[in-house]
C-alpha cells in the first residue's frame, strides 16, 4: 500500500526519485500513465495488468470505454528505476501533469501520483477545513 507525500525535484532529463518506502512495491516492475485530475500515476506492474484487464473487457461499442482504453494504453510506459531510485519521466506525461522542476510524490492506495505542487496544493485547497474534509466523506459509506 503506497502512503504518505514527498517532495523531490525533478531533474533536467525529467527523472524524479521515488521515495525509499514505495521502492520495494515496484520491484517487480512499474507503468507510468497519465492519471486523473492532471496528474501522473506510477502503477507496479500487476495492478497496472489488472487495471488493463478490466479496460480490455469494456465493451467496443462504448464511446466512453474506447475513449479511457485510448486515454490509458497511448500514455503507458515502462519505467525502470536507477541507481539513485530515480524514474524516468516521458515528457508527454509531464507535460500533462505539469511537472517542472519539483515534484509532489503522493501515495495513493494501489498506486503512486507524481503532482506538479501547484496542481497538489489546488487539490487539496477544498479539503482545507474539517467541514470542508467532512462534506468530501458524506455519503461514501465510510
Not at 515534484?103 to 501520483?113: L, N, P
Amino acid at each position: 500500500m503506497f502512503t504518505g507525500e514527498f517532495r523531490h525535484s525533478v531533474d533536467a532529463k525529467g527523472r524524479v526519485a521515488i521515495p525509499a518506502r514505495f521502492r520495494l512495491q515496484l520491484e517487480e516492475g512499474a507503468v507510468v500513465v497519465r492519471w486523473l485530475d492532471g496528474c501522473a500515476a506510477i502503477f507496479p506492474r500487476p495492478a497496472f495488468e489488472a487495471l488493463a484487464a478490466k479496460v480490455a473487457v469494456l465493451p467496443l461499442a462504448d464511446t466512453k470505454a474506447r475513449a479511457v482504453s485510448r486515454f490509458l494504453s497511448s500514455s503507458a510506459f515502462d519505467v525502470e528505476r536507477d541507481g539513485q531510485g530515480r524514474v524516468l519521466l516521458p515528457g508527454a506525461i509531464r507535460e500533462w501533469a505539469g511537472l517542472a522542476a519539483e515534484a509532489v510524490v503522493v501515495g495513493a492506495w494501489d498506486h503512486v501520483e507524481i503532482w506538479s505542487p501547484e496542481k497538489w496544493a489546488a487539490s487539496q485547497k477544498d479539503l482545507d477545513s474539517a467541514d470542508a474534509l467532512a462534506s468530501q466523506f458524506s455519503g461514501l459509506g465510510l
